[in-house]
């Protein structure tokens, strides 16, 4: 293993977290690929930040997860036309969210959003009277039509006139 996978392993296993200027906690909105993700900041901004390689193959987010970015270059990287306007600079484990919670560094916004035991995000649960959606069955699609690519089954047809088989059958012995 390389040293530099190796300093960043010890650095995960520190629980303490300090902040320092130009940094800031964010939550992850989705993954664009290429080392790129989307993120929210504070104020509910949403900006791409950039996954460095160096978490390649070490460490995992997903939506909903929280990281410390590197803010410092964000407004001349917006000014210059830059789509990405920060840097990951370390990835928020399960353990180290929920003692930051505690620490009034942590950003309000965020304090909605809850880990639940199993490290998955819950969001606290909503009046259904404030959200009442109309759930139908078809959801405004169209009617679902047969699959002409597939050929019905043979259906077998049964001789229910079991008369014309039986005229048949007394009309030759009346001509013998």
């Known amino acids: ?18 902040l320092q200027e ?13 080392n790129i993700i989307e993120v929210m900041d504070a104020g509910g901004k949403k900006l791409l930040a950039l996954f460095p390689a160096k978490f390649q193959k070490s460490m995992w987010i ?16 917006l000014e ?19 003692l930051f919670q505690k620490s009034p560094e942590w950003p309000e916004i965020f304090k909605s959003s809850i ?5 998955n995000l ?15 069955d078809d959801d405004g699609l169209p009617p679902l039509e047969a699959n002409t ?6 259906e077998m047809q049964y001789d229910t006139d079991s008369d014309s088989e039986t005229d048949t059958g007394s009309n030759l012995a009346r001509d013998s």
Do not use: W
């Open 62 to 77: 997903k939506r909903g997860s929280y990281v410390v970015v590197d803010e410092s270059g964000r407004e001349e990287a």
């Open 122 to 136: 819950e969001r606290p649960p909503i009046d259904q009277e404030e959200n009442e959606i109309d759930l139908s």
């Open 149 to 154: 690519n597939r050929t019905k089954p043979l």
């Open 115 to 119: 880990l639940g035991t199993n490290g």
């Open 22 to 34: 130009g940094q800031s906690v964010m939550q992850v909105l989705s993954l664009r690929g290429s």
């Open 1 to 18: 293993m390389k040293g530099g996978r190796k300093n960043l392993k010890r650095a995960v296993g520190e629980e303490t977290l300090n």
């Open 80 to 98: 210059s036309g830059s789509k990405v306007a920060c840097i990951v600079s370390q990835v928020l484990f399960h353990e180290q969210v929920r």
